[in-house]
């Protein structure tokens, strides 16, 4: 039967400010709106990069951060799994299993229990690629996957972004001195989704200052600092949130999903929840 809400939407992220990154707008769309937006994130990314030298609390540091990030957007609930931060582009060192590798069924019985308490209707994840293949961004497309599984969750929207904009956008913030990006020009070739495989493209315009005030949350991650202090670069949080307004606009105004089993068409969905409202 169709319905037509309020609907209750559970985003699925692998590290702190990947949720304002790819679906800061949405989620702020979607609470605004008046649905429950609860955020889960496996991991509180302390083998991430920071931009000055946090010693051993950047997990407490970007915890706090992600905290933050959550009430600009109207996220309703936040959920820590507590895996251990996979690092990039080498495993970081640690005890216990990083994310990446502990089990699909063990941490999608964990995102499983959650979506049945919540009742979700809409579960967010990442591609097949985990957009530009962090081992822990591939790790959620599968455990959200296999979690919507276990606790029937009838739409999987899988956060991506359009390729084609990804290389014109890589080449275009190469040109701003000291930029940083963990996607290099070949890897964007091969990275998130072709235009032609998209099912939506979300209008996030309106809200623009929720998911600018999410991504400056993430302070720790808007610069990158070398081993004796020295800043290596502007990282893409940064310089995303410090984009001025018409460019802004442009740049951040749109957000990209993939629904699973859904065949894409000419005509690309602005509605998260319109599997639901047929």
Partial sequence: MPRSG?????????HPD???????????RAAAEGH???LVVATDGEAGL???DPGTGLGER??????RSAAALGVARVVRLGHRDSGWPEPAPGPGRPFSEVGVEEVAAELAA???AEGADVLTTYDAAGGYGHPDHVHVHHVGARAAQLAGTPVVLEATVDRTLVERGLRLAQRVPGFVSDVTADRARA???PRRALTHRVDVRAHLGAKR?????????TETRGPQGWVRGLRGVGLLAALPGPVGRLVLGREWFVESGRVPGAALSDDVFASLRR
């Fill in 6 to 14: 309020p609907f209750v939407l559970v985003s699925f992220h692998a």
């Fill in 18 to 28: 990947d949720e304002a990154l790819l679906t800061g707008g949405t989620l702020a």
């Fill in 36 to 38: 429950r937006v609860v």
């Fill in 50 to 52: 920071a931009a000055d």
């Fill in 62 to 67: 970007r915890a706090a951060e992600l905290d």
């Fill in 114 to 116: 959650v979506l049945r």
């Fill in 191 to 193: 990275a998130f989704t």
């Fill in 213 to 221: 005030a999410a991504l400056r949350a993430h302070a720790s991650q």
